[in-house]
C-alpha cells in the first residue's frame, strides 16, 4: 500500500502513479515515472486533478523528495495526470492493445 501525497489515503500502488523527481534537469523537477522504475525517492498520487491539487498546495513534493531548488510544473503535471485518468477510465483493463501514444515526439 502507497500514501496519495494529495489526499493521504492509503491505496494499492497499482491505482497510483508514482512520481519522481529528475535532477538531471536544473533546476530539478517533479515528473511522472510511468513505468515505475526509475530509482530514488518516489511520491504516490492518484491520476485524479484534485489530488495533484491538494498536493501542490501543501507542497507535499518538496518534502517527500527533500531536495533544494525542486520545482513543481503543475500545469504539466496536471496534463499528465488528466491523460492518465482518462487513459484508465477509456481502456479499463488490458484487453484492447493500448495504440502507442508517445507524448515526447514533438
Ligand atoms: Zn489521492
Not at 526509475?38 to 518534502?63: I, N, T, Y
Not at 499528465?80 to 492493445?97: F, L, N
Amino acid at each position: 500500500m502507497r500514501t496519495c501525497v494529495g489526499c493521504r489515503q492509503c491505496r494499492p500502488a497499482a491505482e497510483l502513479v508514482r512520481l519522481v523527481a529528475d535532477t538531471g534537469v536544473n533546476p530539478p523537477v517533479v515528473v511522472i515515472d510511468h513505468r515505475k522504475t526509475m530509482s530514488g525517492r518516489g511520491a504516490w498520487l492518484h491520476p485524479d486533478p484534485e489530488c495533484l491539487g491538494l498536493a501542490v498546495q501543501r507542497k507535499a513534493f518538496v518534502r517527500a523528495f527533500r531536495i533544494g531548488g525542486l520545482t513543481v510544473d503543475s500545469d504539466l503535471l496536471m496534463r499528465e495526470i488528466e491523460s492518465v485518468a482518462t487513459q484508465r477510465g477509456r481502456h479499463k483493463p488490458a484487453t484492447e492493445e493500448q495504440v502507442a501514444e508517445d507524448m515526447s515526439t514533438p
